[in-house]
């Protein structure tokens, strides 16, 4: 049969558009979407050699022969498999579609030259991935490896087929066809590929969007724990974000929310219904269940069709469910599988965060009362025999100074936990003050500054006055004269700094880097006041809030830190 250059390309074209329509339908496939266009391990690159190989050995079908020999599109396919998926993918793309083309005609005059060349083209197009990367991957790229490869096949059908005139004939005929069709060809495929490409990366950041604006509007409800409340409002946030036809939040036993069809059986507060939902608390592995009798629900109008449900987990243990439901005119696929899957590994990690800070604030309030349980002894004691020595020879003092006693031991009572403003602690640091003062008469002096519009700053109770006691006790007390002792209180739009300074004795550098040191703040002694309140800032504001300590014996010492005026998430 005579075929003119026209016919060819019609056909050639004709081929193309079949084989690349294909190819799209194949690739759209969700898991074969996800082997092609994902990180290629070894079995993804066999996998991928065979896909382009196949479509390499289909593009020898279908045209009619020319001269003894073949139109094909092999070209086509094995530069994009090498230029995707790189040398290896190149070189097994290659070697398929060319052994194939050798063993349908072997003995013909052009079987040996045209696997060489198809087999020259998947290497070249793998070695260029290889070297260059994803540059590679586009269309310039395809189409000129597609030219100089069916350009290169071309010259060796003239330089080994025989009989030479043959030769001739064949390469005037199919020349111009296969080098312009498998040219464009592989710079569609090139192109398929990258949109695929572009719109799995556009569905998996529009996916990590939804989770994350999900679990931002829920963080302040699942704070409080898994309860019918946090359940409802999380439960109702999730119907208004996801399509599906319902959305169920379950503990171990019974339904805290359902939103969405089947509200009239599946009822919050009711036991749970449906067996998958049970399988899922037993052994904490996720489930997608497809049709009504594997959700098993046992209402006989249940409307659901699809389930998709995954456990809600505190550390190692299930807490609850999170339930998507699906109908026939709501389906569910496995991007909603996906998103179920991360709201639970989020809403877990909330839940588990909610007992941390209940600890943590225990803790908090275990390590002031520890603090108060070492300083209120001794000082309870001495302040009782300082106003024990006034109530003969001066009673209105000593009425005034149990006042101040009784002051300082309320507040120590009523503000260990929570936060309070500098103006409260300020007061706790005076009462203290008068008692020293009374005890020690002129040997203790002191004198407080507080700057324009830092009364009312949020601080942790007891971050001010262990200082400032640290500072009477083993700063000024201990010289003959006494000394002074200066709080000085300062303020921006965002940050409070406090500095505490004495005239006193001074510490060395070795007592100074103690009380830095983290296993020294159970063991009592010298400066446990100030050990307490440099663990307990860090650890409510982060490494970032440090107390400065500066001092030098016998000249005395400063101690500041700053606190910024937005709350943090660690209570103290």
Not at 192 to 214: A, N, P
């Amino acid at each position: 049969m005579d075929v003119s250059i026209t016919h060819l390309l019609i056909s050639l074209i004709e081929h193309l558009g079949l084989t690349v329509a294909a190819a799209f339908l194949i690739l759209n496939m969700g898991a074969a979407g996800k082997t092609f266009l994902g990180k290629h391990p070894w079995v993804e690159k066999a996998v991928l050699t065979c896909f382009f190989g196949l479509f390499a050995i289909l593009g020898n079908y279908g045209f009619d022969p020319v001269h003894d020999a073949f139109a094909n599109l092999r070209a086509m396919a094995v530069v994009t498999g090498g230029l995707f998926g790189g040398p290896w993918v190149g070189v097994g793309a290659g070697i398929i579609a060319g052994g194939h083309r050798f063993l349908i005609d072997i003995g013909g005059f052009s079987s040996a030259p045209c696997a060489t060349a198809t087999l020259l083209e998947g290497v070249t197009a793998g070695l260029l991935a290889g070297w260059y990367g994803s540059r590679v991957m586009n269309w310039k790229v395809a189409f000129g490896l597609g030219v100089a490869g069916e350009s290169m096949h071309m010259g060796l059908v003239l330089l080994f087929a025989k009989p030479f005139p043959e030769a001739v004939a064949l390469v005037q005929l199919i020349a111009v066809p296969m080098i312009l069709v498998n040219s464009v060809g592989a710079a569609f495929f090139v192109e398929l590929i990258k949109g695929l490409f572009r719109e799995r990366e556009r569905r998996e950041s529009r996916q990590v969007q939804q989770i994350l604006e999900i679990a931002n509007l829920t963080v302040g409800y699942l704070r409080a724990g898994l309860g019918a409340g946090s359940a409802k409002k999380t439960a109702e946030i999730i119907f208004r974000q996801v399509d599906v036809a319902a959305v169920a939040i379950t503990d171990t036993t019974h339904v805290l929310a359902h939103m969405g069809a089947g509200a009239d059986h599946h009822i919050a507060g009711e036991p749970i219904r449906t067996a998958a939902t049970g399988m899922v608390l037993d052994d904490g592995l996720p489930l997608f269940r497809h049709t009504r009798r594997e959700i098993a629900c046992p209402h006989h109008g249940c409307p659901f069709h699809h389930g998709i449900i995954v456990p809600l987990k505190k550390g190692a243990d299930i807490v609850g469910t999170l339930k998507f439901y699906g109908t026939r005119e709501k389906p569910l696929d496995k991007v909603h599988f996906q998103t179920a899957r991360g709201l639970a590994v989020l809403f877990s990690t909330q839940l588990e965060l909610e007992d941390i800070q209940i600890q943590a604030r225990m803790l908090a309030y275990a390590e002031i009362r520890r603090l108060q349980a070492q300083i209120n002894p001794h000082f309870l004691f001495n302040s009782l025999n300082t106003i024990a020595s006034f109530c003969r020879t001066r009673p209105d003092r000593a009425r005034e100074l149990i006042l101040d006693l009784s002051n300082y031991m309320r507040r120590n009572l009523d503000q260990s936990k929570g936060y309070i403003t500098v103006r409260e602690e300020l007061e706790q640091v005076e009462a203290y003050l008068a008692i020293e003062q009374a005890r020690f008469g002129d040997r203790v002096s002191y004198r407080l500054h507080v700057g324009e519009g830092c009364d009312n700053w949020p601080i942790p109770a007891l971050v001010i006055q262990p200082v400032v006691e640290n500072a009477v006790k083993h700063g000024i007390t201990p010289q003959e004269t006494g000394g002074t002792v200066t709080v000085s209180i300062d303020c921006d739009a965002t940050l409070l700094t406090v500095r505490v300074t004495d005239d006193g004795v001074g510490m060395s550098d070795e007592t100074v880097s103690r009380l830095y040191n983290p296993e020294e703040l159970a063991a009592a002694g010298e400066g446990i006041g100030v050990r307490n309140t440099i663990h307990r800032l860090q650890r409510i504001y982060g490494p970032s809030c440090r107390m400065a300590i500066e001092s030098v014996q016998g000249r005395g010492t400063e101690v500041s830190f700053s606190i910024p005026r937005k709350h943090p998430s660690v209570r103290p």
